[in-house]
C-alpha cells in the first residue's frame, strides 16, 4: 500500500529517538527537544482535549492528537494510588504501564509524551508531589484538579473542595512547581465560584503560585453538565489574568463543540485555548478543522485496532467507542441498528473483527505518529488570533467533509456497518465522575454491555 511504502519513521525508530532523547541527545534532536520541553506560551492558542475519567483512554487521547489537538489531559489520578504504580513498558508496542496491585491504573505511549498533561488529584502537598515524581519521566506537564464536585472528591478535599480551601490549593501548586523540574509545567483547572468577585481573588492567588497555564470550567460547583456552562463570566477573568502580566494562557472550558465552535468560545471570553470533553468524548477528530462524519464507519475500526494492539481492555475500548456520535452523512437507520446490537453483545475485540477490517493496529499507530511528527505543538497552533475579534468571520455551517490529501480519513473498512447517532450512552459518569481509584482508569467494568 502507498501509505505504508512512504512512511519512512517507523515505530522502533521512534522508540529509538525517545530512549535517545532522554539519555543523550544528538545534535540532530537539540531542535526537537526544545520542542518536547513544554512552555507557557504553548497553551495559547491551542485546543485541548479534556481531562476525562474513563473516557480520556490513551487510544482516545492519541486520536485527538492525531486530529489537531495541541495537548491532551490524562483522566484524573489520585495521588495515593499512584504512589505504589509499577511502571513497566511493552517492548513491542511500546506503550507504558503503571499497574496497581491487580492492574494498570494509568497507561500512556512516548509518542504523546510532549503533549501530555497528567491530571492529579490531591488534597496534600506532600502527596502530590510523590505522586508527580512516579510519572514526570512520561509526561510534559501536572495538572492539580480543583474542579470536581463529586463527593469521593470533595470528601477527602480534592477537586472542588479545594475551591473553597485557597490556602491548601495554593500550597500544592507551590510545592508541584518547586519540586517539578523546569522542563514540566504545572497549571490548574478550577470551576467558577458562584460570586465573580471571589473567582477573581481565587484566579489572583492561583496565579501567583508561578503556573504556566489556568484552564476555567465555566460552571460552579453545583452546575451539572446539563447546564449551559457561563462563558460570558470568562472575559472579565482573561482580561484580569491578562493584566497580571505573567503571560499566563486561561483556558477556556464548558460546551464547546470542536474547531469551528471554538471560533464563537473565543470572541466571546477572549480565552487564549480551548478545551474539550464531551465533544471529544463524542468524536475525537472534533479538533481538526475538518473533523471526521460517519465517525462509526471511519473512526471506530481504527479506534478498535489500536485498542487492541495495545491490549488495551476490551470493556474500556467498548465504553469508549459506545459514545461515539457525530454527523452522519452515509448512515442508514438500518446499519446503525445493526451495529449498536453487534457491539452491545460483543464480549471482546474477536467480535467486532469484521468490523475492525484488515489493517493492523501497528499501522494505526505508525500513522498517528506519522501525524504527530509532522505537526509539532509550537507549529500547530489552532487559531488564527482573528478569531478573536468582532470582525472575523464566523461561517455559519460547519464543516461536514475532510478534503482530499489531508490526514484526516481513516483507512476504510470492509462492510462495517454504522452505528446510530443518537444512541444514548449507556453507564456513562457524571460529569467529573470520581476517580475510579485505587486504580483509575483503564480497567473499569463495562457499564455498556
Ligand atoms: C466522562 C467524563 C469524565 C470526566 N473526568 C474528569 C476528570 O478526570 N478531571 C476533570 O478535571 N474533569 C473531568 N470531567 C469534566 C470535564 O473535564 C469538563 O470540565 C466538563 O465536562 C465540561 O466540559 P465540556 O462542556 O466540554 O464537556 C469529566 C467529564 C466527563 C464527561
Redesign the pocket.
Known sequence: MRWAKDFTLTFKNLLKMSRSRSVSPSPRNVKRQKVDHLTKEDFKNGIFL???????ALPTRLFSLKHGATLVWG??MVDKAMLHAKREVDPVTGVISYNGVSRAIFTTHPIEKPHLIF?LGSADPELAVQAAKVVQQDIAGIDL?C??PKPFSTHAGMGAALLTNPDLLCSILVALRAAMPPEITVTA?IRLLPSQEDTLKLVERIVNTGISALTV?C?TRNMR?KDR?TIERLREIVDFVEKMGKGIAVIE????QGWEDAKRVRRITGASSV?????A?SNPTCFSETPLVDVEQTLMPAYFRLSQYFGHVWSLTKFCVAQFKGQRVNVTKAESTALRAKLAQAKGFEDMKDIAGEWTGEEELRLIAEAIQKNPPRERRMLPSTFLTDEAEVPTTTATTTPPNTQNPEPPTSKAPLLPNDFDRPG??P???P?PTPGGGVTMTATSA
Not at 479534556?50 to 480520556?56: K, T
Not at 472550558?253 to 464547546?256: I, Q, V
Not at 478545551?275 to 465533544?279: F, Q
Request: charged content about 25%.
Open positions: 479534556a481531562p476525562m475519567v474513563r473516557s480520556g483522566p484524573e491530571q484538579n474542579g470536581c483547572k470550567h460552571r453538565e456552562a472550558n464548558g460546551d464547546c478545551m474539550i470533553a464531551r465533544g468524548e456513562l459518569p460529569s467529573e465522575a476517580t
